[in-house]
Each structure stands twice: as C-alpha cells, then as structure tokens.
T-cell receptor
C-alpha cells in the first residue's frame, strides 16, 4: 500500500542553523509533492509545491528537493528562527488516488533561541 | 471572508447526540475536503467534493458520518449518535482545480469536537 514516512522524532535545532526534514514515500510515483506547516490548534498552511520534473524549489529561506529515484523529498529551512517552530507535513499527490493528497504524519520542529 | 471558515470552532456534546459541522470554502474553489485529526495524529481523509461530481466518501469511518455540499459552496458534515472516539479536530479545506492538478489546499481552523 502507499506509504509516507517523515522523521518520527521531533527535531530540535539551534537558531541560525539549517533544519532538514525528510519525507519518504513507497509504492507509488507522485506527480508532485506539497509541503505544509501546521501550528498547534491551527489548520495546515501551504508552503511549497515541487513537481516530479523539478529537482529543487526555493522560496525565501525554504528549499525543497525531490528525488524520484530515491523516492524522497527533503525540506530545508536555512537561518532558522524560533518562529519556524511548528509541525511540517509532506503530501505527495497521486493522480490515481482520485486527486486526494496522501499525508505524512508530520515532523515537529523546535528552533531554540 | 477571504479564507475557509468553519463553525463551530469548539463543540462539546454528549455521547449519542448528533452534531453538525459547517464549512464555508473560499469563493470559486471547486474542490472541498473534510479531514479528521486526532491529538498527535496525522490528517485522516473523510470525504471529497469536486464540482458536480459524485463525492468521494471512501474515508468516512462509519454510516454515522455523512456530508453534503449545497450549491457547490457550503458543506455540512453530520455525525449521528456521536461516540467518544469521534472526539477530534475536523478540518475542512478547499482548492481550485486547474487542469489535472489539485493545487494547494486552503484549510480552515477546524472544529474541535469533544464527545463526553
């Protein structure tokens, strides 16, 4: 069955460092993949979308990579700030799944001042 | 408003009662999703509406759950005879489909349901 795996352990890093979050998927080939941020008690907020023919996508301090051979996406936050502390969700899109995104459980990131 | 609006934001009910949760999507968005999120868990897909097509109900956990979307806009999720395991945050999201792609989802802030 289709499966999404994100870092199960919470990630704690020091302010100013680069945070790297991992999303691995198995048993399908998504046409694209989305990353969302979720703060406690709030709905997820879209951050970035990367397509299968794109190796890398950047937006301000955020960078996403997509390796279809490894079946993996990496999400980087450079020069991290305490305000970046949140849960980050990975959602690959599979056209065969009736247009539904499949969601990872998310990785909790804490940036310490 | 400009975003997805959900109501109520919090609902406490007694086991066995029926509840209705409302979602007002972004105007013009053709797709509407309902998800459920339990504490510390991921997003559990419930139901998906797209335009005038028949909804995808494959995620509804039991026949106590139903949803409708009137006029291609507002949606109501109904849970009949609530059980304690129904306690969760119910999230609604809308999206504008472009071509064959889904596009980003815009989420509401959720309705937190507590069944006593």
């Amino acid at each position: 069955s289709q499966k999404i795996e994100q870092n199960s352990e919470a990630l704690n890093i020091q302010e100013g460092k680069t945070a790297t979050l991992t999303c691995n998927y198995t048993n399908y080939s998504p046409a694209y993949l989305q990353w969302y941020r979720q703060d406690p008690g709030r709905g997820p907020v879209f951050l970035l979308l990367i397509r299968e023919n794109e190796k890398e996508k950047r937006k301000e301090r955020l960078k996403v990579t997509f390796d279809t051979t490894l079946k993996q996406s990496l999400f980087h936050i450079t020069a991290s700030q305490p305000a970046d502390s949140a849960t980050y969700l990975c959602a690959p899109y599979n056209a065969g799944n009736n247009r539904k995104l499949i969601w990872g459980l998310g990785t909790s990131l804490a940036v310490n001042p | 408003g400009a975003g997805v609006s959900q109501s109520p934001s919090n609902k406490v009910t007694e086991k066995g009662k029926d509840v209705e949760l409302r979602c007002d999507p972004i105007s013009g968005h053709t797709a509407l999703y309902w998800y459920r999120q339990s504490l510390g868990q991921g997003l559990e897909f419930l139901i998906y509406f797209q335009g005038n097509s028949a909804p995808d109900k494959s995620g509804l956990p039991s026949d106590r759950f139903s949803a409708e979307r009137t006029g291609g806009s507002v949606s109501t999720l109904t849970i009949q005879r609530t059980q304690q395991e129904d306690s969760a945050v119910y999230l609604c999201a809308s999206s504008f489909h472009q071509g064959g792609n889904t596009g980003e989802l815009f989420f509401g802030e959720g309705s937190r349901l507590t069944v006593l």
